[in-house]
């Protein structure tokens, strides 16, 4: 029987295996790097490629690539062979400093809003030593960043990086106040919950919209939807199991840290959560694993969907962004300990947290916008598109307290009675349950709910750790240039809970009164990518993301630039995919179906209730299906003409997304009319509920 501990990381180049196989000094030098940023010297680089290379060759890998993350969403690679020909005809396996260090993949192809013309295609990766390498299919994969000839960052991985420095020296500013002055880092924490779909490969293949779009585009209510909650966290049907025990040993041996699957609440939906990590880890990791999913699915015959919403009707999929603040002396900023209502630096790092989201609320709607995400936010399913924090009775209740300047009194905090005598009583959560905000307090840490399942979660992290550092930025210049630091800090405290107690709601997020609510507190309700995207060129964002140097200002157009096309482009296709099926598919097979009910019922030479019923609608549905289907076509047509991106977005949102919308409809009642054997692909009753 093979245990964890021993394979788990087998493939990863961790600490354990540069302790065994570099030399004292090399070790300790790549450590500095690690820990503290010291640039990494060339011998240094040549001894640590070399042991790297001998440790992957003799796990059977023959190639390496740089691993990195193009703002196309999904990571890239290209494999170069550890090969070198020898003088005597055969081959060595040679790795180098310079190649561990620096790569310069073709890089016309991946996106760049015009940072970078593509007769400029150089664009280089850079090894990311924060974050370890590691062995997948006979490859070395080396995380890398990515970013042009001039410097600027074309990946994720690049600001990422920035925003967690930002973070870092803001946040050193204030321990330093409060006298942590041990303390020589603070880093954020995250760990992503991951949701996914699993439906068997054979059905899959046999839906365009599946293939192509990675969301079903038709497809009527079955029988049976989610109504009767039964799945989540019910028990795992066993070819599931196998799955997830598969998944998990693949992971593990990654040295990713899956630690929580279980049944989520749509039919075929499950979830998979990791052990939170340093965020770039986590975020490499969260990569991984998205593929891991796919790859291991392929083995058991079923396809992993991590699109946002591949069934109306049903949920659909999110991840939900845990994140919180730690410094290297291993304490937990956001911990409120016994008593938050003294606990000075919680509190200030609390009213920072509460700040920062009211205060860039557009930024973190836009972090997690995606066409995919559009249908989940807002859809009684995930958070409204609006932005608000949930704090929970004891801390709402402490900030109360402050804000009016009464005494609170923390006794009151309760115990949990569960009135069987053998259970032991537990002091309830400082946090209840609620499961509709978008921006939780979970105990020591904050939950964000927004993020999509198939988006990077970098762009959450990048702007909520710009947020908080731009925060931090200004306490620390009021606190520092205080006279008396206990009596600013309660003022800081008091002002700022004042000033943004509006973005606090603790209620149901998922309830109509909470948008009016939200609409009378001023709060935004940036309903699509199309309204939230733009906001990223205010002002306001651009000062604070350049200031805090995550960004130059022309990436931050070229990013713009990128994410709207990326909206626009993925609803054309669905919109192509759409006029595709239907033409191909859903007319000749109605035309077909109600053409033998015709034949049956001439045959027979009597009318029926059934066949003429049948027949008549269809024959209006398809009329129906034809003139939506060639209105989206033209819609499709004057989309092509404009070439201004937020202008073509917003002709995404108000005219393909509602003629799509338009042309579903007559499709999804036809197919409840249609006999089983005539409809072109599998239904949702199949898709959703034939694993066993
Ligand atoms: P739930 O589904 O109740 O929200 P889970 O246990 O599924 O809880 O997920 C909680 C996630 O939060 C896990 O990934 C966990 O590792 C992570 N987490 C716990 N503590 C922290 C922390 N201090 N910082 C970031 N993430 C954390
Ligand atoms: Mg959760």
């Given at each position: 029987m093979e245990m964890v501990q021993d394979y788990f990381g087998c493939m990863v180049f961790d600490e354990r295996v540069m302790k065994g196989v570099l030399s004292e000094k090399v070790y300790k030098s790549l450590k500095r790097t690690i820990d503290r940023g010291v640039p990494l010297d060339i011998t240094v680089a040549n001894a640590v490629a070399s042991a790297m290379k001998d440790w992957a060759v003799s796990k059977g890998a023959t190639h390496y690539t740089h691993w990195f993350q193009p703002e196309t969403g999904v990571t890239a690679e290209k494999h170069d062979s550890f090969i070198n020909p020898a003088p005597d005809g055969r081959v060595i396996m040679e790795f180098s400093g310079k190649e561990l260090v620096k790569g310069e993949p073709d890089a016309s192809s991946f996106p760049s809003g015009g940072l970078r013309a593509t007769f400029e295609a150089r664009g280089y990766t850079a090894w990311d030593p924060t974050s370890y390498a590691f062995i997948k299919d006979g490859t070395l994969y080396i995380p890398t960043a990515f970013c042009s000839y001039t410097g600027e960052a074309l990946d994720k991985k690049v600001p990422l990086l920035r925003s967690m420095d930002a973070l870092n020296v803001q946040a050193l500013r204030i321990l330093k106040l409060f006298g942590n002055t041990d303390v020589r880092c603070v880093k954020t924490s995250v760990g992503p919950e991951q949701e996914y779909f699993l439906i068997p490969e054979e059905l899959y293949r046999q839906r365009k919209d599946l293939i192509m779009t990675g969301r079903t585009l038709f497809g009527a209510m079955p029988p049976k939807g989610q109504e009767m909650e039964d799945h989540y966290f019910g028990s795992i049907k066993p070819r599931i199991a196998e799955y997830m025990a598969d998944l998990d040993r693949e992971l593990w041996k990654l040295g990713i840290l899956a630690k929580t699957k279980h049944n989520e609440v749509a039919p075929a939906q499950h979830e998979l959560a990791p052990i939170y990590r340093t965020t770039n880890i986590a975020t490499d990791n969260n990569q991984l694993t998205m593929e891991v999913m796919q790859k291991v699915a392929q083995k058991h015959g079923l396809v992993c969907l991590l699109h946002?919403?591949?069934?109306?009707g049903v949920n659909g999929s999110g991840k939900h962004n845990n994140w919180s603040i730690s410094t290297d002396t291993g304490v937990n900023l956001l911990t409120p300990g016994k008593n938050p209502y003294e606990n000075a630096q919680f509190l200030l790092f609390l009213s920072a947290v509460i700040k920062a989201v009211d205060d860039y609320q557009d930024l973190l709607r836009l972090s997690v916008a995606t066409a995919g995400n559009d249908h989940r936010l807002g859809a009684n399913e995930a958070p409204p598109a609006i932005i608000s924090i949930f704090l929970g009775d004891e801390l709402s209740g402490v900030l109360e307290a402050i804000e009016n300047d009464t005494p609170y009194d923390s006794s009151a905090r309760q115990k949990m009675q569960l009135?069987?005598?053998v259970l032991p009583e537990f002091s309830k959560d400082t946090t209840d349950r609620n499961?509709?905000?978008?921006?939780?307090?979970?105990g020591n840490k904050f939950e964000f709910r927004m993020l999509g399942s198939s988006n990077s979660i970098s762009c959450a992290n990048i702007h909520l750790n710009g947020a908080v550092a731009e925060v931090l930025k200004q306490f620390a210049d009021t606190l520092e240039n205080a006279e008396d630091f206990n009596k600013a800090l309660q003022e800081l405290i008091r002002k700022t809970i004042r000033e943004h107690k509006r973005i606090i709601f603790n209620g149901?997020?998922?309830?109509?009164?909470w948008i009016e609510e939200a609409e009378k507190r001023g709060l935004l309700n940036l309903k699509t990518t199309a309204d939230a995207m733009p906001k990223l060129l205010d002002k306001k964002n651009v000062d604070m993301l350049t200031y805090h140097k995550i960004f130059t200002e022309s990436e931050l157009h070229s990013r713009c630039d990128i994410m709207l096309e990326n909206y626009t482009k993925t609803v054309n296709i669905e919109a192509n995919t759409m006029v595709d099926m239907v033409s191909k598919q859903i007319l000749p097979a109605l035309s077909k179906f109600s053409g033998d009910l015709a034949k049956n019922l001439k045959a027979k030479e009597i009318t029926t209730k059934y066949e003429t019923g049948v027949i008549n609608t269809i024959a209006s549905l398809m009329d129906e299906i034809f003139d939506s289907a060639v209105a989206l076509e033209n819609a499709v047509k004057e989309l092509k003409k404009i070439d201004n991106a937020i202008e073509a977005s917003a002709y995404v949102r108000d005219v393909i997304l509602p003629a799509m919308d338009k042309l579903r409809k007559p499709v999804d009642e036809a197919e409840t009319l249609t006999a089983e054997e005539y409809w072109p692909f599998p239904t949702y009753d199949k898709l959703l509920f034939s694993v066993r």
């Amino acid at each position: 029987m093979e245990m964890v501990q021993d394979y788990f990381g087998c493939m990863v180049f961790d600490e354990r295996v540069m302790k065994g196989v570099l030399s004292e000094k090399v070790y300790k030098s790549l450590k500095r790097t690690i820990d503290r940023g010291v640039p990494l010297d060339i011998t240094v680089a040549n001894a640590v490629a070399s042991a790297m290379k001998d440790w992957a060759v003799s796990k059977g890998a023959t190639h390496y690539t740089h691993w990195f993350q193009p703002e196309t969403g999904v990571t890239a690679e290209k494999h170069d062979s550890f090969i070198n020909p020898a003088p005597d005809g055969r081959v060595i396996m040679e790795f180098s400093g310079k190649e561990l260090v620096k790569g310069e993949p073709d890089a016309s192809s991946f996106p760049s809003g015009g940072l970078r013309a593509t007769f400029e295609a150089r664009g280089y990766t850079a090894w990311d030593p924060t974050s370890y390498a590691f062995i997948k299919d006979g490859t070395l994969y080396i995380p890398t960043a990515f970013c042009s000839y001039t410097g600027e960052a074309l990946d994720k991985k690049v600001p990422l990086l920035r925003s967690m420095d930002a973070l870092n020296v803001q946040a050193l500013r204030i321990l330093k106040l409060f006298g942590n002055t041990d303390v020589r880092c603070v880093k954020t924490s995250v760990g992503p919950e991951q949701e996914y779909f699993l439906i068997p490969e054979e059905l899959y293949r046999q839906r365009k919209d599946l293939i192509m779009t990675g969301r079903t585009l038709f497809g009527a209510m079955p029988p049976k939807g989610q109504e009767m909650e039964d799945h989540y966290f019910g028990s795992i049907k066993p070819r599931i199991a196998e799955y997830m025990a598969d998944l998990d040993r693949e992971l593990w041996k990654l040295g990713i840290l899956a630690k929580t699957k279980h049944n989520e609440v749509a039919p075929a939906q499950h979830e998979l959560a990791p052990i939170y990590r340093t965020t770039n880890i986590a975020t490499d990791n969260n990569q991984l694993t998205m593929e891991v999913m796919q790859k291991v699915a392929q083995k058991h015959g079923l396809v992993c969907l991590l699109h946002e919403k591949p069934f109306e009707g049903v949920n659909g999929s999110g991840k939900h962004n845990n994140w919180s603040i730690s410094t290297d002396t291993g304490v937990n900023l956001l911990t409120p300990g016994k008593n938050p209502y003294e606990n000075a630096q919680f509190l200030l790092f609390l009213s920072a947290v509460i700040k920062a989201v009211d205060d860039y609320q557009d930024l973190l709607r836009l972090s997690v916008a995606t066409a995919g995400n559009d249908h989940r936010l807002g859809a009684n399913e995930a958070p409204p598109a609006i932005i608000s924090i949930f704090l929970g009775d004891e801390l709402s209740g402490v900030l109360e307290a402050i804000e009016n300047d009464t005494p609170y009194d923390s006794s009151a905090r309760q115990k949990m009675q569960l009135g069987v005598g053998v259970l032991p009583e537990f002091s309830k959560d400082t946090t209840d349950r609620n499961r509709t905000s978008p921006f939780a307090f979970t105990g020591n840490k904050f939950e964000f709910r927004m993020l999509g399942s198939s988006n990077s979660i970098s762009c959450a992290n990048i702007h909520l750790n710009g947020a908080v550092a731009e925060v931090l930025k200004q306490f620390a210049d009021t606190l520092e240039n205080a006279e008396d630091f206990n009596k600013a800090l309660q003022e800081l405290i008091r002002k700022t809970i004042r000033e943004h107690k509006r973005i606090i709601f603790n209620g149901n997020g998922y309830d109509d009164s909470w948008i009016e609510e939200a609409e009378k507190r001023g709060l935004l309700n940036l309903k699509t990518t199309a309204d939230a995207m733009p906001k990223l060129l205010d002002k306001k964002n651009v000062d604070m993301l350049t200031y805090h140097k995550i960004f130059t200002e022309s990436e931050l157009h070229s990013r713009c630039d990128i994410m709207l096309e990326n909206y626009t482009k993925t609803v054309n296709i669905e919109a192509n995919t759409m006029v595709d099926m239907v033409s191909k598919q859903i007319l000749p097979a109605l035309s077909k179906f109600s053409g033998d009910l015709a034949k049956n019922l001439k045959a027979k030479e009597i009318t029926t209730k059934y066949e003429t019923g049948v027949i008549n609608t269809i024959a209006s549905l398809m009329d129906e299906i034809f003139d939506s289907a060639v209105a989206l076509e033209n819609a499709v047509k004057e989309l092509k003409k404009i070439d201004n991106a937020i202008e073509a977005s917003a002709y995404v949102r108000d005219v393909i997304l509602p003629a799509m919308d338009k042309l579903r409809k007559p499709v999804d009642e036809a197919e409840t009319l249609t006999a089983e054997e005539y409809w072109p692909f599998p239904t949702y009753d199949k898709l959703l509920f034939s694993v066993r």
